[in-house]
């Protein structure tokens, strides 16, 4: 079997090398990124990739849980000139 991660519809999940023990996931699912039951089970299953496969054991860590806004949400955000 390889070592490849597990793919997770609408979400992905980073961990950036310069914080180690740091674990980042992204909601894909605009516009709004609402959460159903089957949307939370993804994540749940996420969540257990990272506590099972990425988490080493006595170390810290931290997880982030990060939205992608929508181009409608973005684009009505006001920008400096």
Do not use: C, W
């Amino acid at each position: 079997m390889g070592n490849s991660s597990p793919t997770f519809d609408n979400l992905s999940i980073t961990s950036p090398s310069e914080h180690a023990g740091v674990h980042i996931i992204t909601m894909h699912k605009p516009p709004e990124n609402r959460l159903n039951s089957a949307y939370a089970q993804t994540i749940i299953r996420a969540l257990r990739h990272i506590e099972r496969d990425l988490v080493k054991k006595g170390q810290p860590g931290k997880l982030g849980l990060m939205y992608e806004a929508s181009l409608h949400e973005a684009g009505t955000r006001s920008t400096p000139t």
